[in-house]
């Protein structure tokens, strides 16, 4: 996969702490730039968001056309038939921007992986197999497509998580966030879960729980 192309914006001067931020399906990396200043973070942090954008994909499950994925979805049946390969190549270039941001100086411990729907897939992937120790992983209205096949890391087996859903979710069901959940438990990781009476999108109440989040692992 090539390089990503990414929207970076930094809360102050010289940050010493990232979040590198994925999209869903069909979006771009814009989507989520209007958070930023809805996470309260202190006005005296420096902390640089990455917004990658995905490549353009033929996705299955819509007749074949390109658009923005991560991955191939084939299915979209409860247990979401995925193509993994695009998915761990994905995460592959997703660390390319966490390696990046080691040169800059920031250290993975530093950074934060949050993914939403299929970005969130991807967090899973790349946050449990990293050979070094990040600062947390976001998961937002999502589920774990490769619990079966992820080689996790020593160095993350305790990583924080933090997993969000909203309980009218139509294109991914909240099951599939109580799935992964319970996946994760059953590998020894401690996630929390909060759920949000919304479909698939997010909520002021979850971007202030992710603001607190950043704020206890990273400032």
Not at 137 to 156: C, G, I, K, M, P
Request: one cysteine or more; proline letters at 7%; hydrophobic letters at 40%.
């Amino acid at each position: 996969m090539q390089d990503l192309q990414y929207i970076e914006i930094e809360t102050g001067e010289n940050p010493t702490a990232a979040v590198i931020w994925l999209h869903g399906l069909g979006a771009s990396g814009h989507d989520f730039e209007p958070v930023v200043p809805e996470l309260g973070l202190p006005e005296d942090t420096a902390v640089r968001f990455i917004f990658p954008h995905a490549p353009n994909l033929p996705v299955t499950i819509n007749g074949g056309m390109s658009m923005p994925a991560w991955y191939d979805i084939k299915a979209m049946d409860i247990d979401r038939v995925v193509d993994t390969e695009q998915l761990r190549a994905s995460a592959d270039a997703v660390a390319k921007l966490v390696e990046q941001q080691k040169h800059k100086g920031t250290p993975p411990e530093r950074i934060i992986i949050a993914g939403f729907s299929q970005g969130g897939a991807v967090a899973y992937e790349l946050g449990l197999s990293y050979p070094e120790r990040f600062g947390g992983v976001l998961a937002l209205s999502t589920y774990f497509a490769t619990a079966d096949t992820v080689q996790r890391s020593e160095a993350n087996a305790d990583v924080p998580i933090s997993v969000y859903h909203g309980t009218f979710d139509p294109m991914v069901p909240e099951s599939l966030g109580v799935r992964s959940v319970e996946t994760l438990k059953e590998m020894g990781y401690d996630p929390s879960y909060q759920t949000f009476p919304m479909e698939h999108s997010v909520c002021l109440e979850e971007i202030q729980d992710i603001g607190r989040f950043i704020r206890r692992h990273l400032l």
